[in-house]
């Protein structure tokens, strides 16, 4: 995929929608920020950022056994926390690196079991603004629709976070 072509959608959750792509430099910046030596949640969990545009990231995971519950399948928490980091990078593409993005709530349905092998969530911002965003996310693993979440964020200036 060339970075001015149009996201290819997975599957039939991706609401029809094209997004802009972003400058390959700054593209780069906010993959590299979740995928090289990422000390944070994400990186312990193995989340790669697969493809980025302005309002929409695409990660994958190996669903590998720590990510699993004594089933077998992938813990709720753990595709809970790929779509939540899923929004993240979406946003990151839209407010940068010096917003804190703040999960109000998040609502997850889960529609088929997740078996080991790769995991993919592509999210969907559909309304930004100064103070909020509100996205969607689909959880997609073998070849289906493994699990759809919605999520409100509060946007905050991280300076201003920061001060008390």
Do not use: C
């Amino acid at each position: 995929m060339t970075d001015d072509a149009p996201a290819k959608a997975i599957g039939s959750g991706a609401h029809g929608r094209e997004f802009a792509a972003l400058p390959a430099d700054l593209r780069q910046a906010i993959m590299d920020r979740f995928n090289l030596d990422n000390p944070t949640f994400a990186g312990f969990m193995g989340f790669r950022v697969v493809d980025l545009r302005r309002g929409y990231a695409r990660l994958e995971v190996e669903n590998r056994s720590e990510l699993t519950n004594p089933s077998g399948v992938m813990h709720g928490g753990a595709s809970f926390g790929l779509a939540d980091t899923a929004v993240a990078a979406a946003l990151v593409s839209i407010y940068g690196g010096r917003a804190a993005l703040l999960t109000i709530e998040m609502k997850i349905n889960y529609l088929e079991p997740i078996f080991p092998g790769i995991v993919t969530a592509e999210a969907y911002v559909l309304r930004s603004s100064r103070r909020s965003a509100y996205a969607e996310v689909d959880i997609w693993a073998g070849g289906k629709l493994a699990a759809r979440a919605s999520t409100t964020y509060m946007i905050k200036d991280l300076d201003a976070a920061h001060q008390v």
